[in-house]
């Protein structure tokens, strides 16, 4: 089933998220809809704030991102696609890189943010299996982005105040619901009313 997906200014984007217990009702259906409204809104990564739950649970699939541009990085990317359940980053290191993010929740904003280009991170999957995984690039900045969520910030967050304010415009019409779509969103208004 396609969820709406909850877009800026709603308080359930700044929370940070509940730890999610093996005895969590039906969470295998809540990600199989977590990947149709992912895949429905042409995402790489859906974080379960952004469908109004404060779980700590998000999905990635990179798929999109795969190319023939580099044969090792394609592989990578095209065979990346995972559950994360009470993620936790031990560890971000090396260089940081700058890239073009964008966020089902911030649609039509676009700004480069600068992250670590590897991360450690220990999380469960769908069957409860922990792993403990070190990733790099596209694969650690998606999941970074992804982890943003359930931590309870935003990828507009990691810019610049200028930056911030050259986009506050673009912030006040996704949340007043005067931003065209093409996937189901709740906005805070849409909710009182």
């Not at 260089?95 to 649609?107: A, H, N």
Request: proline share 4%.
């Amino acid at each position: 089933m396609i969820l709406s997906i909850v877009v800026y200014n709603d308080p359930v984007l700044r929370k940070k998220c509940k730890e999610i217990t093996p005895s969590y009702l039906q969470l295998d259906k809540l990600i199989i809809n977590m990947f149709e409204t992912m895949y429905n809104a042409k995402g790489i990564g859906l974080a379960a704030p952004q469908i109004g739950l404060d779980l700590r649970l998000f999905v990635v699939d990179t798929t999109p991102f795969a190319n023939d541009k580099n044969k090792e990085e394609s592989k990578l990317l095209k065979n990346f696609k995972k559950i994360f359940i009470n993620a936790k980053i031990l560890k971000s290191y090396g260089e940081t890189w700058k890239f073009r993010e964008g966020c089902l929740s911030l649609p039509e904003v676009m700004e480069h943010v600068k992250r670590p280009s590897h991360i450690l991170i220990e999380y469960h999957d769908e069957h409860w299996n922990k792993h403990t995984e070190t990733l790099d690039r596209l694969r650690a900045r998606v999941v970074q982005h992804e982890y943003d969520h359930i931590e309870g910030k935003l990828f507009i967050d990691h810019l610049s105040s200028l930056k911030r304010q050259l986009v506050n415009n673009k912030l006040k019409d996704i949340s007043e619901g005067k931003t065209k779509i093409d996937y189901p969103i709740t906005t805070l208004l849409s909710k009182k009313k």
